[in-house]
């Protein structure tokens, strides 16, 4: 209730501060008898580390995650699987400056009114660097859920905007490039122009679209815990993020329903989706599609002007090493917090019938 | 966790399908002391009235609200609020076509396959009717926060768009005409739109911006229960909701940092607004505002084909009386669902410091 | 979180206080496809009902239960049962007496020191006429629990103690008396003795024994939630309970680990029962037994001395039709509470493998 | 709800095998500003530690606590405090024996049933070492709870029982003798008692009484989660308990309403506390007092029979180091989920009043 923990069954609860000691999180509630492969969590974990390519943020964490419990000769053991990935690379001096001032749209001034003081090395809780442990208990849900394909890319940058429906692309592009976007051109078009934010020590927000298949009919619940409102949740709870959408969307409300309305195959399949396989907040069989908007990160190298703790105007600009435009590397961030919906919704759904 | 359960600390529970012999609720952590004033909550009821207006469905539901416990010569005793509202109006007949064949883009098909069987009656649970229990809940919310100020109003019905900011409104106006959208001139062309529609017995869908003022600064928690998490979840907990952004949403992804950032005056309130009055998930002190968008409903008049339970065609239409447009009475849904978040952060904000 | 919903899966809201309009529940998780014995839950209620022989208070409450939802041609469906049992009986006016002064040992001090001022009309919120409620949703919870049986039965009232164990009792007897004590010798000294205490204006304690049989082995978790904790947090919540115990209890503490451990069958069942049916806090498929102690009630007829709001002595006495000794009426509660807990838990089971 | 988190506001998350790399926790909602006592922590766990004197296990185990996060610059900043104790000593090689046959009264047999296998090294997940967690977590409750003291003490070990209430003991002298009995007489039979039990290779149950001091009126919720309800919750949720009683507890049902009821003096404390500081499940303002009785622990020293996963016999002896009674080191046990408890319900009760 006071914000850290995500999921009703299956259950992560995260800790730590960009500059602390160390971050992580605890499972609770994966069911036991899964054999695990590391391999793939760590490779989920280097999706979203800093320092891969050119367009993300140059700072160096190995974000080696450590596993403290919950798994036994390989295979989760249902008891709470703890981690911890300890912090290696932090420049607590590069935040120094910050100390006694609040950058404008960051977290720093309401931490402050919030609990009367704050952590200000790095940003503290506020920094993204949290989301590392939602992709480690993520992709411990990917592995739980089987079947199920889970594919996030970008679809937007800036007004570059990837006029093609997912059904179009081919998404193991995805990995193929730096910018995570599976259509080769405009890859490098948004590639190059994240490239120029850089240079002018600017950010750029941008979309990322998430897919999952295969997904079984029933999952999500009637009323308050509709599938799409939990996607929603878990995807708003990302750093930086502003909106979301699924099917049909923002763009749907133009439509009338004659139009709207998916009409049924003979199998209960549908012949379009707009409903974006989820009716009355219940999967339907259909692939699930969702948007999620980021706004351009606030962190800039520009100068720019605030104020201290007194309300005095301050000269600054940002320091440390920051990224230019978010989604890249958000792209498994978004899959990890879907895989970590549809664990808890599978699990709640054994309980439904008599 | 099977999802009728809305807040943590301020907590609703709804019961009830729209053919049932009542729909109500329990308000459980309410504070004592609150004096309640009756008239503002049966008012808040009967703007979310069927039969209202032209534009609405015909459906006569008085929709008056029993009150059970929690609640001691006026004041609210601190004890769960039960509430109930007897079904009076059910034409239950008017649904017995819809038995053995699902209607495309409803909830029919998936609670079968969820449950093994549905009460086809309405749409049983997954009929709007639900969120009169959450209305009667916001209205006490209401009292609650006094201070805040939660204002709601249809900004876009089809492509008919108010392009106005909300702080070019007076919002006032909203409840001066049928379709409750504060712009006159914008709202004669959408009613008469919305009539048009009807003629066709189409649906057609719609945007709602909410504005929540005076909302101290402070609430909401860092991480997975953001403030506008929370608010997107309700949102999204609505039915036929297929959107949500705050701030400046899905456009904010255009903008460059250093036009987005919002730079602090001295008293710690910004010039701009972008970040909508919260910022890494807690309020600012800004106003807070956001849109939640609404796909056409889609029991639809029209003759349209479907299938039965065999999966074999067939041939039929809408009957019983249906909401051609769904925004103008969803307004008070979204002022209360607002309301409820409000109030439970407000309640966990006690517990913040030491 | 304010004490009103019990469960996590299973999960039942209450909600009334003793002289308002109704009290009543929402029962949310039930699983759908439970052919609902209407007959049965009122039999519970009519266990538990005032006025149902010499040796319970005289108050008549029909306690007749009305479904308002989550039941289709008397199945469940999954959706929430909402019901209420409408207060008929009240005589308020036997409270004006204590509106400004404080019973000892009753809720009535701690209310108003806690919510600012109480409904003081019966003991409002805090009078066991809330346990009508759970009484309901224990009897649904009977119904889902199938071949698992639940047999409470009062052991001891005052000196009066049972010292045979349940192995040796005749449990089917135990509705063939007033006391519900199975060994019908020790009934009739139980209701002798409860008449005497009656005649006094006085009242005494007791404790009822309880012996669920068929749980599958696996229910209950771990750590915190551990089967016999929630089993005593369940007991601990009944009114007047002072004490629960399970397996070999307070007594065990006595024994030595050689003469205490269970030594196993070639079938994994065991020799000897200390564990009581629990080993780490999950059922191993032998019976699960436990007792729970309640106080004698504090409401007497006798005169007696007390405060009023200001702290001003007052002489008083009990008026209204109060119990003599509570643990008659107390066994379907007991029963009903088991019930809830084993539901949730059996629900909760399913997820714990892959 | 796999239950390892607990606590509604004040809430702790564990995680962690006997035999795993590490054992720790993260604290939840922990209000921001608390200056850390970091000595008195470690003091805490030095007294639940093995190896602190001859009636007590052998092992050692340093059990020094590393904070990852949640702290700065001494202080608690209202993020999760997450935090790891690594096992170092210990020997996998001495639960080689078990891991093919089930120790009777162990968690060993449902574990195996429940998810199909289990982490046998030291009991896995079942081990009182994961208790450390709740001794860190507990130690920073009581800093919080700052006025409120919790003296914790052992009242009986078999047959050996004191017979003096708490209130003509002195509580200061509990830390002086390694049986953690305040009555320097008894503790020393207590010693002799468990030195001769411990030579038999064989173990001995006990009880430990608890007193909560200055605890403020209005703690506790009215219905399911009285304040007694949790802390039976709590006692029995650790390991070996096996029974929890308030106030006058099970001898309090052999008394008579006139008895039993608490006088109140004008100032609104009471001449006697058989209630136990609590009424209608809410604290009062006078002492809180529990008992708890432990059975003997299961695992002897001494030969004994069992089987192995076929179900054939097995004769075998325990290995390692045990305790021969549990009560000493459980005092702290006893008294960190006290403060937990407590802790929880002073966030909660700022909720309660407009």
Same mark, same amino acid.
């Given at each position: 209730? &006071?914000?850290?923990?995500?999921?009703?069954?299956?259950?992560? $609860? *995260?800790?730590?501060?960009?500059?602390?000691?160390?971050?992580?999180?605890?499972?609770?509630? !994966?069911? /036991?008898?899964?054999?695990?492969?590391?391999?793939?969590?760590?490779?989920?974990?280097?999706?979203?580390?800093?320092?891969?390519?050119?367009i993300?943020?140059?700072?160096?964490?190995?974000? @080696?995650?450590?596993?403290?419990?919950?798994?036994?000769?390989?295979?989760? $053991?249902?008891t709470?699987?703890?981690?911890?990935?300890?912090? @290696?690379?932090?420049?607590?001096?590069?935040?120094?400056?910050?100390?006694? &001032?609040?950058?404008?749209?960051?977290? +720093?001034?309401?931490?402050?009114?919030?609990?009367?003081?704050?952590?200000?090395?790095?940003?503290?809780?506020?920094?993204?660097?949290?989301?590392a442990?939602?992709?480690?208990?993520?992709?411990?849900?990917?592995?739980?859920?089987?079947?199920?394909?889970?594919?996030?890319?970008? &679809?937007?940058?800036?007004?570059?905007?990837?006029?093609?429906?997912? *059904?179009?692309?081919?998404? /193991? #592009?995805?990995? /193929?490039?730096?910018?995570?976007?599976?259509?080769?051109?405009?890859?490098?078009?948004?590639?190059?122009?994240?490239?120029?934010?850089?240079?002018?020590?600017?950010?750029?927000?941008?979309?990322?679209? !998430?897919?999952?298949?295969?997904?079984?009919?029933g999952?999500?619940?009637?009323?308050?815990?509709?599938?799409?409102?939990? =996607?929603?949740?878990?995807? =708003?709870?990302?750093?930086?993020?502003?909106?979301?959408? %699924?099917?049909?969307?923002?763009?749907?409300?133009? #439509?009338?329903? &004659?139009?709207?309305?998916?009409?049924?195959?003979?199998?209960?399949?549908?012949? @379009?989706? %707009? /409903?974006?396989?989820?009716q009355?907040?219940?999967?339907?069989? #259909? +692939?699930? %599609?969702?948007?999620?908007?980021?706004?351009?990160?606030? *962190?800039?190298?520009?100068? %720019?002007?605030?104020?201290?703790?007194?309300?005095?105007?301050?000269q600054?600009?940002?320091?440390?090493?920051?990224?230019?435009c978010?989604?890249?590397?958000?792209?498994?961030?978004?899959?990890?917090?879907?895989?970590?919906?549809?664990? +808890?919704?599978?699990? =709640?759904?054994r309980?439904?019938? =008599?």
């Amino acid at each position: 209730m &006071s914000g850290n923990i995500f999921g009703n069954l299956f259950k992560l $609860t *995260t800790f730590g501060e960009s500059h602390g000691v160390a971050i992580g999180g605890v499972l609770d509630g !994966c069911p /036991s008898g899964i054999a695990l492969d590391f391999e793939a969590i760590q490779k989920e974990l280097d999706r979203r580390k800093p320092g891969q390519s050119a367009i993300v943020t140059q700072r160096k964490e190995p974000d @080696t995650v450590e596993f403290y419990s919950g798994i036994f000769e390989g295979k989760t $053991t249902g008891t709470p699987i703890g981690f911890a990935i300890h912090n @290696t690379n932090q420049k607590s001096k590069d935040y120094s400056h910050i100390k006694d &001032s609040y950058r404008p749209s960051h977290a +720093d001034y309401v931490y402050d009114k919030k609990y009367g003081f704050r952590d200000y090395r790095g940003g503290g809780r506020s920094s993204a660097r949290e989301t590392a442990s939602r992709v480690v208990a993520g992709a411990i849900a990917k592995q739980f859920l089987k079947d199920i394909k889970i594919n996030a890319f970008v &679809s937007q940058v800036g007004d570059l905007k990837l006029e093609k429906n997912y *059904t179009e692309l081919d998404l /193991s #592009m995805t990995e /193929s490039n730096p910018v995570r976007c599976p259509d080769p051109e405009m890859a490098s078009k948004m590639e190059a122009y994240i490239k120029d934010v850089k240079k002018e020590g600017d950010t750029i927000g941008g979309i990322i679209t !998430c897919v999952a298949q295969n997904v079984p009919i029933g999952l999500g619940e009637p009323v308050f815990d509709k599938l799409h409102a939990e =996607l929603g949740k878990a995807m =708003l709870s990302i750093n930086a993020v502003k909106g979301f959408e %699924y099917g049909s969307g923002f763009e749907g409300v133009k #439509m009338k329903g &004659s139009a709207h309305n998916d009409q049924f195959n003979p199998d209960g399949s549908t012949r @379009t989706n %707009y /409903s974006g396989g989820i009716q009355g907040g219940i999967s339907n069989g #259909m +692939d699930i %599609y969702f948007n999620t908007a980021f706004k351009p990160v606030a *962190t800039i190298i520009k100068p %720019y002007e605030t104020i201290d703790k007194e309300g005095n105007k301050v000269q600054t600009q940002g320091k440390g090493r920051h990224d230019p435009c978010v989604v890249p590397r958000a792209v498994p961030i978004v899959e990890a917090m879907t895989a970590l919906v549809l664990a +808890d919704f599978m699990l =709640l759904e054994r309980t439904s019938k =008599l």
